[in-house]
């Protein structure tokens, strides 16, 4: 297995390259070491080699590498959330990425308590069954009702593309995904600025870069299996 200093100095170049591509500056782009297959010592490994942020899809592996990193990494929560699990990782992790409806709002927003809780919200741009998340239309109608809890703020927008041999076919995903967060911003909601876009993955994360990926989430290139 390769460490993950070198695998994180290969995608460094890689979203330059893309970054050159679109004409953007890589420091618009935020790497995510999604850990949630691999060994708190790997996750160690990956803060060791400069990355300060990790993503865990299950409550309890957010909790358990929140505990390892001891403050050195932001956590991001990046799978479906159940709102009863919602209180346990209000205030440790540092973003959720799979906010999809309104009870789950509820639910962080009365949990928040004293903080601001800050939330991607979940787009299904592709319409797989399989996938969690809002339906493109359903976006804005449900950003604009998020106005009545307080603790909450949208900070951007997350899907997971189709899985694709050739990358090149999620671009019209990413593509639509921009758009949606454009119509958002010009919105100028004070509790949803929008300013993020949270996709990309392994296969496809140079694709998302050119397209306006702020955050990308790379597991098996970045920290292996």
């Not at 290969?10 to 297959?37: L, Q």
């Not at 956590?75 to 959720?96: M, R, V």
Request: glycine share 8%; with cysteine; charged share 25%.
């Amino acid at each position: 297995m390769n460490t993950v200093e070198s695998n994180w100095k290969a995608i460094k170049r890689n979203i330059g390259r893309a970054c050159e591509a679109s004409g953007r500056d890589p420091g618009e782009v935020t790497c995510i070491a999604v850990t949630k297959y691999v060994s708190p010592e790997r996750a160690i490994e990956a803060v060791n080699a400069g990355i300060t942020n990790l993503g865990e899809n299950r409550v309890e592996g957010a909790l358990e590498k929140y505990e390892a990193v001891s403050g050195r990494a932001d956590i991001h929560f990046i799978g479906t959330l159940q709102s009863k699990k919602a209180k346990k990782i209000i205030g440790k992790c540092a973003y959720i990425h799979s906010l999809d409806r309104w009870s789950l709002a509820e639910e962080i927003n009365k949990r928040s308590e004293e903080t601001v809780t800050e939330c991607f919200v979940q787009v299904n741009v592709s319409g797989e069954e399989s996938k969690a998340g809002l339906s493109p239309e359903k976006v804005e109608p449900f950003i604009e009702s998020l106005m009545k809890l307080p603790r909450l703020r949208i900070v951007g927008l997350m899907t997971l593309a189709p899985f694709e041999e050739d990358a090149e076919r999620t671009r019209p995903v990413f593509r639509q995904m921009n758009e949606l967060r454009g119509h958002i911003q010009e919105k100028s909601w004070a509790h949803a600025p929008c300013s993020y876009l949270s996709m990309g993955m392994s296969n496809d994360y140079m694709v998302a870069v050119e397209e306006g990926a702020t955050h990308i989430r790379l597991g098996t290139s970045l920290v292996g299996e």
